[in-house]
């Protein structure tokens, strides 16, 4: 068995309200190994993303890790609590360790800054580079996801980019510190059929290259089935059943699994392929 890049152990969290704490993730605990892709899945509202932004200590002011270990090893080193390091450690581990690609590509990117100066500010405060060092290797980062041209469209702005490129600089920023573990929080979800197959492709390809651990958060269990090793799915703030991808999305056990493959379009599209059948919700399955 691999070594485990991260290994989470009973991580619970809760919010403040003006009624007390409130608990939104209970007892979740897994591991993502060297160079594995592990997908949580469930519904908007499950816990998925909360459980990322608490690897990254990114958690709203509001909400707080009550209990559990988020024990980091990144290439193999002493492994550090994340629940409970201290700011410096942090930074030291955000990007250069851990590095995440978040939901919103408009949301993530500064707007008045070009796409140059963003990536130039990552590859900086990792590599400490000079100005020219920081330029060339933002312009190999923009040409490793795929961007055509990427002298020149260091020079652009985010809205002058597709949604697909400005995902692809969002990747670029994930992994311009070499990254041991890479969380991608619903990569694809604003994106076509076509750029959403390409994203996949490009997130397999620089996993291959450099043995990241993939978390690859998602309520679409079709994309979960084309790139994970393992599948966890998460109900509630609990998870509720993991396994191999092959196996578990084959046979699933827990009710609310089989829900969620209930709710597939391909499941409800008739024979004749003339009509279909109204799309079952959650709530009517379980």
Known sequence: MSAPVVSV???????????????????????IDTGETVAMVGESGSGKSLTSLAIMRLLPPSARIVAGEILFSGAGGEAIDLARASERDLRAIRGAGVGMIFQEP????????????QIGETVRLRHKASRAETRERAEALLAKVGIADP??????????????????VLIAMAIAGR???????EPTTALDVSTQAQILRLLRTLQDEAGMGLLFVTHDLALASMIAD?????????????????????????????????????????RD??????????????
């Not at 002298?151 to 692809?168: C, E, F, I, K, N």
Request: charged residues 20%; aromatic residues 6%.
């Open 9 to 31: 152990r009973g991580l619970t969290a809760a919010f403040a309200t003006e009624r007390g704490e409130a608990s939104v993730l209970e007892d979740v605990t897994f591991r």
């Open 106 to 117: 408009m949301s993530a990117l500064n707007p008045a800054f070009t796409i140059g100066a």
């Open 151 to 168: 002298a020149r469209r260091l020079g652009d702005y985010p809205h002058q980019l597709s949604g697909g490129m400005r995902q692809r």
């Open 179 to 185: 990254p041991a573990l890479l969380i991608a929080d």
């Open 230 to 270: 393992r599948v966890i799915v998460m109900y509630a703030g609990r998870i509720v059943e993991t396994g191999a991808a092959s196996t578990l999305l084959a046979s699933a056990k827990h009710p609310y699994t089989r829900a969620l493959l209930e709710c597939l379009p391909a499941r409800h599209l008739p």
């Open 273 to 286: 392929r003339t009509h279909w059948r109204p799309l079952p919700t959650i709530s009517e399955l379980m």
